[in-house]
């Protein structure tokens, strides 16, 4: 694979962005995808390489598919951004490395540092010209920084994808209170967020979602997976609900639903809940969709 650019942005080994920009392009030329892993916000086994890695070999190094991004004369550059963790009681912190301790909202002050690099290093942003990927907790992190950039009066990406996310995170964990895995659940929540129930709440994009005041469109493309074993698929109801401000059974009748400056779509992939970022081209196949529901010149998708 293409080695990535390493920006670091702080002591901790974990706070960098790897960035993969294809030689002699000019910053207004390129079409930015931004990843966000998951790994419930402590995984050490799931880093932003080896996230990345899968879909960056395909999208970079595969002539052969038209992962072309929208507008005249784009360039796909990718990034990965890298967050402080939290502790993980099964993979013991090692004291020569770069401690894992991290608290909310450690991990999307991270998030945010890594795209301000980006838009300082690279001019994202600015243009309009960037999209945000997150998987797992890597889609609430992605909600909670386009929460963030706009109370703060930037623009919001051009789309945010979310693959297999986590939107609520009390539901998440009622969900989940009886089984063997109850005990993980509440585990790396409270690890990342503690016992604070208000704290959850907040922090969750179900909740925020609809109250966040989008200067512009924001398309939203909402990933299932549909064999998920981890994360159900009422999370994505839930947050489908909130975006567009609808109960929860409601059909969407087209493909793309607009409300307010939000634009709605969705889809299922095959396989579980990691076989979405580890299968490199299942997302193709996402990011090849949201080329065709992104508003092209005239406005309209292309579905
Ligand atoms: N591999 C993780 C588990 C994990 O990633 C996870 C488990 C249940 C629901 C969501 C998960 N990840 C979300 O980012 C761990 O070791 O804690």
Request: proline residues 8%.
């Amino acid at each position: 694979m293409m080695e990535p650019t390493i920006h670091k942005f702080g002591d901790n080994d974990l706070q960098k962005v790897l960035v993969w920009v294809p030689p002699e392009r000019s910053p207004e030329s390129l079409f930015w995808i931004v990843f966000i892993h998951g790994g419930a916000w402590r995984d050490p086994m799931i880093t932003a390489c080896n996230f990345a890695d899968p879909v960056v070999s395909k999208l970079l190094s595969n002539p052969t598919r038209d992962v072309t991004p929208p507008g005249k004369n784009k360039t796909l550059a990718i990034a990965s951004l890298s967050y402080r963790l939290s502790p993980h009681p099964s993979c013991p912190q090692d004291p020569d490395a770069s401690p894992r301790d991290a608290k909310h909202p450690d991990h999307l002050d991270d998030v945010c540092a890594g795209i301000d690099v980006l838009r300082r290093v690279y001019g994202l942003s600015n243009s309009d010209n960037y999209v945000l990927m997150g998987h797992s907790c890597g889609a609430t992190l992605a909600f909670q920084a386009v929460k963030r950039h706009v109370d703060a009066g930037l623009p919001a990406p051009r789309a945010l994808i979310g693959l297999a996310g986590i939107y609520d995170i009390k539901a998440l964990v009622r969900n989940h209170s009886t089984g063997p895995y109850a005990d993980v659940y509440e585990s790396f929540i409270r690890g990342a967020f503690g016992d604070d129930e208000k704290v959850r709440i907040e922090a969750s994009p179900s909740h925020f979602g609809s109250h966040i005041s989008l200067r512009s469109p924001c398309t939203v493309l909402l990933v299932v997976a549909d064999g998920d074993e981890l994360v159900e698929p009422e999370q994505r109801m839930t947050m489908r609900a909130t975006l567009l401000g609808i109960g929860e059974g409601l059909e969407l009748r087209s493909p793309v639903t607009s409300h307010g400056n939000w634009r709605y779509s969705e889809i299922s992939v095959p396989g579980g809940h990691d076989e979405m970022w580890e299968k490199g081209e299942i997302m193709v196949s996402v990011v090849e969709r949201l080329w065709k529901i992104l508003p092209g010149e005239d406005g309209e998708a292309r579905v």
